[in-house]
């Protein structure tokens, strides 16, 4: 197959792929915003109960992404990605039907269950050249975070249309088309050959990878948390209009974002490039709690948005060098067990900060761990990451 075929072919799978991921995640988000409002009517409604519904969906996540990485590694993938987003369903059923928090919690909890995360970046490896993983897992990021913006403007107006079982419901017809998505993904695809990393079994290095989306991830939360409420408060900027602050700078990373991670593809070298996203990360964070216009905020949720998608990019495509194609599925669900911890953790960290320390306290707290990690990553990347070079 000529390169520019074989390009083409795997930005087809890729934007297929980032469809299925995104309709799923969709789902996700746009309960999130108005979740804790709606559940308010629900019998049986506390702020503990509540919050563990929201909580619940990360924990059984985590639990089974490596239960479902070790079955696509034998029975494939594409049939673990159906059960996955069939389960997602099932349990938006139950959540919609629902007339008590116990069967609100239990409706999450089966929609956790359906753990792809995992599987779906392994497929994703197995099927694009090394070189070129960086801009695939650019291209399922940018799906997930436009999930995200599109959930910051449509969740208000649905939620009061629709109201939570409506939304529930939205969650259902979403996964069902992810469900037709995957099948027009071919059933069986060859795994792209690539040389083994030499330290293919071994798995410190993974962990470090999966420590360092916990990390990821439990910031994100823990910002989403923290922000609004500061926003609102500090600032005068009623939630509605967020979006407008959100969506800018999340176009403007992805502008800085893909010429940055097409010299690093071409060069395999996102183990130098962590270290410095982290920082970046870590300053914008950190300085985030102590600006005080929009503009600048706007600049800082740029830089915050630039790392975060640079680390989302190009952890999953170092990983997937790291564990090669056999295992590769659970393997990489270790790091998305680790990617969901890290959502639940950041959430219940940030809530205990906002309401004991207040937002900037929050901000700045998750600031200085991110920093840290990235000194420690800089230290650790040479010993674990350096055979991954080009020759």
Same mark, same amino acid.
Not at 20 to 29: D, P, W
Not at 94 to 106: F, K, N, T
């Given at each position: 197959?000529?390169?520019?075929?074989?390009?083409?072919?795997?930005?087809?799978?890729?934007?297929?792929?980032?469809?299925?991921? *995104?309709?799923?995640? /969709?789902?996700? =988000? %746009?309960? &999130?915003?108005?979740f804790m409002v709606l559940a308010r009517d629900v019998p049986g409604f506390t702020p503990q109960s509540a919050g563990l519904a929201v909580g619940i969906y990360g924990l059984t996540q985590a639990i089974l992404q490596q239960p479902f990485g070790w079955l696509s590694d034998r029975w494939g993938r594409r049939p673990v990605l159906l059960l996955g987003l069939g389960l997602f369903a099932l349990g938006g059923m139950?959540?919609?039907?629902?007339?008590?928090?116990?069967?609100?919690?239990?409706g999450r909890a089966l929609q956790g269950c359906g753990a792809i995360a995992g599987?779906?970046?392994?497929?994703?490896?197995?099927?694009?050249?090394?070189?070129?993983?960086?801009?695939?897992?650019?291209?399922?990021?940018?799906?997930?975070?436009?999930?995200?913006?599109?959930?910051?403007?449509?969740?208000? #107006? @649905?939620?009061? &249309? @629709?109201? $939570?079982?409506?939304?529930?419901? /939205? *969650?259902?017809?979403?996964?069902?088309?992810?469900?037709?998505?995957?099948? *027009?993904? #071919?059933?069986?695809?060859?795994?792209?050959?690539?040389?083994?990393?030499?330290?293919? =079994?071994?798995?410190?290095?993974?962990?470090?990878?999966?420590?360092?989306?916990? @990390? @990821? +991830?439990?910031?994100? *939360?823990? /910002?989403? !948390?923290?922000?609004?409420?500061? &926003? !609102?408060?500090?600032?005068?900027?009623?939630?509605?209009? +967020?979006?407008?602050?959100?969506?800018?700078?999340?176009?403007?990373? !992805?502008?800085?974002?893909?010429?940055? %991670?097409?010299?690093?593809?071409?060069? $395999?070298?996102?183990? +130098?490039? %962590? #270290?410095?996203? =982290?920082?970046?990360?870590?300053?914008?964070?950190? &300085?985030i709690a102590l600006s005080s216009g929009l503009a600048v905020l706007a600049l800082l949720l740029t830089a915050y948005f630039l790392a975060f998608n640079l680390l989302e990019a190009g952890m999953p495509a170092l990983l997937s060098r790291i564990t090669g194609s056999r295992g590769r599925g659970r393997r990489m669900g270790i790091y998305s067990t680790l990617q969901f911890l890290g959502a639940f953790a950041g959430g219940v960290a940030g809530g205990w900060l906002l309401q004991g320390y207040g937002s900037e306290t929050a901000l700045l707290s998750a600031g200085v761990v991110c920093g840290l990690w990235g000194v420690v990553l800089k230290l650790l990347s040479k010993r674990f990451f350096l055979t991954g070079e080009k020759g």
């Open positions: 197959m000529s390169a520019a075929r074989e390009k083409t072919r795997e930005l087809r799978f890729a934007a297929t792929l980032s469809g299925v991921i *995104t309709f799923r995640m /969709l789902g996700l =988000f %746009l309960i &999130l915003p108005v139950v959540s919609a039907m629902a007339d008590s928090m116990p069967g609100l919690i239990a599987v779906a970046m392994a497929y994703a490896a197995d099927v694009t050249r090394p070189e070129r993983r960086p801009i695939i897992m650019a291209i399922i990021g940018m799906g997930i975070g436009g999930a995200f913006l599109l959930s910051m403007v449509l969740s208000v #107006p @649905l939620a009061n &249309l @629709l109201g $939570l079982g409506g939304l529930f419901w /939205l *969650t259902v017809i979403f996964a069902i088309a992810g469900m037709g998505l995957v099948m *027009t993904i #071919p059933r069986a695809a060859r795994p792209v050959a690539e040389a083994q990393w030499e330290g293919e =079994f071994d798995l410190a290095p993974i962990w470090l990878l999966a420590f360092s989306v916990f @990390l @990821l +991830h439990g910031a994100m *939360t823990l /910002l989403f !948390v923290s922000l609004p409420p500061w &926003l !609102v408060g500090n600032l005068g900027f009623e939630l509605s209009g +967020h979006w407008k602050l959100y969506v800018p700078a999340m176009i403007g990373s !992805v502008i800085l974002m893909l010429p940055i %991670l097409r010299k690093v593809g071409a060069n $395999l070298s996102e183990q +130098h490039m %962590l #270290p410095l996203a =982290f920082l970046l990360l870590a300053a914008a964070i950190g &300085l």
